[in-house]
């Protein structure tokens, strides 16, 4: 399975670390679990939802999935669905875009027009 396009939710700050550093190597659960999440954009919704219910902000990677395909497999994961993994370090130069994601004032995320 593949996808033109990834993407990543992650601190604002992890992702100014990977610029800086020239690559990201993911967050804390992704540690924990030996790979980096990923999401395809039908995913997006739903992965924000599950994961980042107490955060007011969150930064988004859009990922060539291209640049990446030799580290990245398609896995079983969340009520059975296909996830794209990760395993291993992931170039700054494969993030295409990096958007900001802010709640509005009634509580939903404000998504950017692009997506």
Known sequence: MTDTVLYRFADPASLAAASASGEFRGEALDEQDGFIHLSTRTQ?????????????????????????????KWEVSRGG?????AYGAIPFSAIETVYLLRRGEDGAWQWPEAL
């Open 44 to 72: 997006l919704a739903d992965t924000l939802d599950a994961h980042f219910a107490g955060v007011d902000r969150i930064a988004l990677a859009e990922i060539d999935g291209a640049h990446i395909a030799d580290i990245v």
């Open 81 to 85: 669905e296909r996830f794209p993994h």
